[in-house]
Every structure is written in structure tokens, then in C-alpha cells.
């Protein structure tokens, strides 16, 4: 089976910083583009941003850029979200996904190209 599991959330002060995990498993993890999103509490689902298979190109929402960096280890199967400076407003459930609608080498931050949700893992900044 194909699963994506989100990790490393938790309770956080504000201007504090955050590495989350996404391992991936039951497919071929350098061969998918991958993808960072966000829920807060009562909102939609966002895409925060993804990164192409090999991890050469990262794309982000235009309201994280310059505190929210994507990164892979595709020895590792693992997708990372680093950030920065958090703020109480990135208070969230965080979820990574596999692009199921692109080739790899590049990748978008709509949900309806990517597949095999997470559970999440849970991001609340103290102010």
C-alpha cells in the first residue's frame, strides 16, 4: 500500500523553528514529485509547496516564501518542511502528498494532482 505519514508537529512558540517529516512508502519515492499542505481549523486545505523527484526545484505559495524550505532524501524516502520564524497563523495540520499529475520534474500546489494523503501531524504556534 501506498502511504505518506507526516511527523515531527507539536506545540511551538512563536519566532521558533520546526523540521516536519514525511516518510513515504509502497512506491517508487524518487520517481513523484511531492507535496507539503496545510489545514487550519476551520479553512480549506492548502498546498504550501513541492518539491520534483529529484529535488531540484522546490515551488512555493507566495505567502511562505522565505521561512518555508522543502527538501528531500530520497535514500531515506523522506520529504522535509522546514520552518522558520513560525507564527501563531501556521497554526495547522500539516500534510505531505504524493503529484500524481506531473512527470516529476516539476510539480504544482493544487490538491487535485496529488493522491495518498497522510494522516497529518498537528502544528500549533504559542504567541
Known amino acids: 500500500d501506498v502511504q505518506l505519514q507526516a511527523s515531527g508537529g507539536g506545540l511551538v512558540q512563536a519566532g521558533k523553528s520546526l523540521r516536519l517529516s514525511c516518510v513515504a512508502s509502497g512506491f517508487t519515492f524518487d520517481g513523484y514529485a511531492v507535496g507539503w499542505f496545510r489545514q487550519a481549523p476551520g479553512k480549506e486545505r492548502n498546498g504550501i509547496g513541492c518539491i520534483s523527484k529529484n529535488g531540484d526545484s522546490a515551488n512555493y505559495a507566495e505567502s511562505v516564501k522565505g521561512r518555508f524550505t522543502i527538501s528531500r532524501d530520497n535514500s531515506k524516502n523522506t520529504m522535509y518542511l522546514r520552518i522558520d520564524n513560525l507564527e501563531p497563523a501556521d497554526t495547522a495540520v500539516y500534510y505531505c502528498?504524493?503529484?500524481?499529475?506531473?512527470?516529476?520534474?516539476?510539480?504544482?500546489?493544487?490538491?487535485?494532482?496529488?493522491?495518498?494523503w497522510g494522516q497529518g501531524t498537528q502544528v500549533t504556534v504559542s504567541s
Open positions: 502528498a504524493r503529484n500524481t499529475a506531473s512527470l516529476g520534474v516539476t510539480c504544482g500546489r493544487r490538491l487535485w494532482e496529488y493522491a495518498d
